[in-house]
């Protein structure tokens, strides 16, 4: 393994305008830290990718590098660009068993953290060593969110946020863990108990529905439920997952490797237009899934799906317009069913917190730098944006950390 990242860190050619760094949403100085890693400074390559992104273990095995870093190396022109996820996730990895951070606490410097995915966690790395008191308020019983909750172990390590929490820990970051904020716990009680400032990052959970009949039947369920803990469900022998986007291939993955024999994914258009990355369908075809395209689900029935088979075609407009074949009503057999259509925020804390205001999609408002329409309280990732990678939710985060100081020390 080491001698793999070093044959390719030495591919390097350290551009004087790197586009590596350029094709990365946080900007990420890869060639300053492979610079380092190459003179045996791997502790300070470690820390400069540390300090742009918290995250940085994280993202180097999440991200879509093929559009973003590797996608924008130069050497990707004529030939294979180099590997920087994995030089990052070898730094970023080394970097966090070394890592030992100090305890600098401001306890007039209280901050509300709702939720500990990728946003929150961004957040409070920032926050806490900058002396503030972090409070984390997670509703389930571990952090992560997503991270843990919605991507697979055999996608995302779950040790590794074992680790990113015992460091948060060792920052003095108090973490609440089974805390709904909003029915019980309000906005309102936190400013009361000395908060300074809220934030919400609480991410996307409420799965949306096909509404069409069948739906509640017991052998159908939701992708963002079933990731949480594949290990409680029986799906039997054939499973059929509706939807074509990243989560719907995680779920079929993690289906296969669940007991599962037969894994199709059914989707109402065609092979162009899976919403999912190229990257992630290819890793689901070599595990075995399988794929019917142009079949729509009318009707979930006790042995199957219920569908009609579509065409696409260009209107007059020139845009694609889905059309169902007349007559071809068909019943696909399946042991269960997953729905795999995207998902919407909740809406437990601003249905029971006054002024802070959501769109058409249940979504908050905020500004570019996180601000809701209430005072003091800010937000950002997928409650603000919808689902979004866990980089874009660390770009955000990095500018609301800067609102939030600047709003504290102007109030208090």
């Not at 729509?296 to 317009?321: A, H, M, R, S």
């Amino acid at each position: 393994m080491a001698r793999h990242i070093i044959d390719e860190a030495s591919r390097c050619l350290q551009c004087k305008i790197p586009k590596c760094k350029e094709g990365c949403p946080v900007n990420t100085p890869i060639n300053e830290a492979i610079k380092l890693l190459l003179e045996g400074n791997i502790r300070q390559a470690g820390e400069i990718l540390f300090k742009n992104n918290p995250l940085s273990v994280v993202c180097s095995l999440v991200c879509p590098h093929e559009a973003q870093c590797e996608g924008h190396c130069i050497l990707g022109r004529k030939s294979t660009p180099v590997q920087v996820s994995t030089i990052e996730n070898y730094i970023s990895d080394y970097y966090l068993h070394h890592f030992k951070p100090s305890v600098k606490i401001n306890p007039d410097k209280k901050i509300a953290i709702i939720g500990s995915g990728p946003a929150g966690i961004t957040l409070a790395f920032i926050l806490a060593s900058k002396g503030y008191d972090i409070t984390i308020f997670e509703a389930h019983d571990k952090i992560g969110g997503v991270l843990r909750y919605g991507i697979p172990e055999f996608r995302l390590p779950k040790n590794i946020l074992k680790r990113l929490k015992d460091k948060l820990l060792a920052m003095g970051v108090k973490i609440r863990p089974n805390t709904l904020i909003g029915p019980v716990i309000t906005i309102d009680d936190l400013f009361r108990d000395g908060f300074k400032a809220v934030f919400i990052g609480t991410g996307v959970w409420k799965p949306k529905k096909l509404n069409i009949k069948g739906e509640s039947l017991g052998h159908v369920h939701y992708a963002i439920d079933y990731l949480k803990n594949p290990q409680v469900y029986n799906l039997g022998k054939r499973v059929c997952i509706i939807g074509a986007g990243n989560v719907a291939m995680d779920v079929a993955r993690t289906a296969l490797r669940n007991g599962a024999n037969e894994v199709y994914v059914m989707y109402r258009k065609g092979p162009a237009d899976i919403t999912a990355r190229d990257h992630e369908v290819k890793f689901a075809r070599i595990d075995g899934v399988k794929f019917e395209f142009y079949k729509q689900p009318v009707e979930i029935l006790d042995e199957g799906i219920k569908y009609v088979k579509t065409e696409v075609i260009i209107n007059d407009q020139g845009e694609k317009q889905i059309i169902e074949v007349e007559g071809s009503q068909d019943i696909f057999p399946a042991d269960s069913v997953i729905i795999a259509i995207s998902q919407g925020p909740r809406d437990n804390i601003v249905s029971n917190t006054k002024g802070i205001e959501i769109n058409s999609m249940g979504l908050i408002i905020t500004d570019e730098y996180g601000r809701t329409t209430r005072e003091g309280v800010f937000a950002s990732g997928d409650v603000v944006t919808g689902a979004k990678t866990v980089v874009e939710a660390v770009k955000v985060s990095k500018r609301v950390a800067l609102a939030i100081e600047e709003y504290v020390n102007n109030h208090y």
